[in-house]
């Protein structure tokens, strides 16, 4: 067979292209208005169907019903002010570093320089005196979280900044239980912490302490994860879920920040321990994140109830009965929703709403994830038997 590059050959049975505008897709260089040298190339306008309305009104209409529609979602939310301010909240994004990323004084210190803008120093006046704390500014409009146990009851806290202005605080509310509180201040451009996840968390991972010390400066003290979901019972009080470090915490930083290698906040500090044990705490910061916003709209927090009593289950009843914990059931209050449903004492509760619970400090923490009034399935054991009952939350009297 021939192979002829003859030209006159290429020409033969060929089609002319259509003109640019007859076509559904174009070459980039038909996009320009200019030809080679400059040259003005007009576009042909393609002429509407006969009858056809322009197109222009109809797009503002569709703009206008959009802006209209998007504004009235963002009021039903609480997300528009009618003063059109908005508030910056920071939340990360990035897995937590490995302890790796923190290898030297020099990492440390630019992680402190980085979260330390949004780490304020409070001065507490209250009926037993005057105390000293610390909070973080979470948004930059002037919302601070710190520990409930330092600022409930105040009747007055100021607030120091870290370009040393002070301003007066104002506490929105404290939750005992959880040792959450917000504060807020009148001032506005606040450089905001980033909050990290505590739900992944895992026991051996970075975590620094930052603080401030008398004079204003930024301190930190860096360690790892030794346990989560931890209970503390101190000073008649009890916390559950807690993140525990080995990072020393002052006394004057609790309400301060836990951060992970990356320098997001990873859960505000308590000290609620103090020296009754070597370790440091921290409330994990998305049941902070949660009951900020219900303090900042309600003032209190609600807390789910079912009206018993429990305790750990001991590791020699769990092997008998093949367990891997739980929360057994030493009473329950008459009337309660545990007894509407059929708990009875010596059950052992091992999950909520098909999340796992291994002890009692697991079963309260399990019960904050779920609001008075909503149903939720309880899985317990009972008599070498497992068995469900549908439980309604109610509200904690």
């Known amino acids: 067979m021939s192979h002829d590059d003859d030209g006159d050959d290429d020409t033969v049975g060929r089609v002319p292209p259509l003109p640019p505008e007859d076509r559904l897709w174009r070459h980039p260089s038909e996009m320009s208005s200019f030809g080679p040298g400059g040259t003005s190339i007009p576009l042909a306008p393609v002429p509407d169907p006969a009858g056809r309305a322009p197109v222009w009104p109809i797009a503002l209409a569709a703009g206008f019903v959009g802006a209209v529609l998007c504004g009235g979602v963002l009021a039903l939310t609480g997300n528009l002010a009618w003063d059109a301010k908005l508030a910056i909240e920071r939340v990360s994004v990035a897995p937590i570093m490995p302890a790796s990323m923190l290898v030297d004084d020099r990492s440390v210190d630019a992680l402190k320089d980085q979260v330390s803008p949004a780490v304020v120093r409070l001065r507490i006046t209250g009926p037993d005196g ?15 979280v710190t520990s409930a146990r330092e600022v409930a009851g105040a009747t007055a806290i100021t607030v120091t900044l870290s370009d040393g202005r002070q301003v007066d605080g104002t506490l929105v509310g404290a939750d005992r239980p959880t040792d959450v509180a917000v504060i807020t201040i009148k001032a506005k451009g606040l ?8 739900d992944d968390l895992d026991a051996g991972a970075t975590t620094v302490a930052i603080g401030v010390t008398q004079d204003g400066e930024a301190a930190v003290s860096t360690g790892v994860i030794s346990a989560v979901g931890k209970r503390l019972d101190a000073d008649d009080e009890t916390l559950h879920g807690l993140i525990q470090t080995d990072a020393p915490i002052e006394a004057t930083w609790s309400g301060g920040p836990l951060v992970d290698g990356s320098g997001s906040v990873i859960g505000i500090t308590t000290d609620l321990g103090g020296d009754h044990t070597r370790f440091g705490y921290a409330t994990p910061i998305e049941l902070v994140h949660r009951l900020t916003d219900e303090l900042l709209a309600y003032g209190s927090v609600t807390h789910g109830w079912l009206g018993i009593e429990g305790r750990d289950i001991t590791d020699a009843k769990a092997d008998l009965a093949g367990l891997r914990g739980g929360a057994e059931v030493r009473g329950v209050m008459t009337g309660s929703p545990a007894d509407r449903s059929g708990i009875k004492e010596g059950d052992v509760i091992t999950f909520v709403a098909g999340k796992r619970v291994r002890s009692s400090s697991d079963l309260v923490v399990a019960l904050r994830e779920h609001k008075p009034g909503e149903v939720v399935m309880l899985g317990y054991w009972r008599s070498g038997h497992h068995h469900k009952a549908e439980v309604t939350i109610e509200r904690a009297p």
């Open 191 to 198: 450089a905001v912490a980033v909050l990290g996840s505590s």
């Open 130 to 144: 005057d105390s000293e704390a610390c909070g973080v500014v979470v948004r930059d409009d002037g919302v601070v």
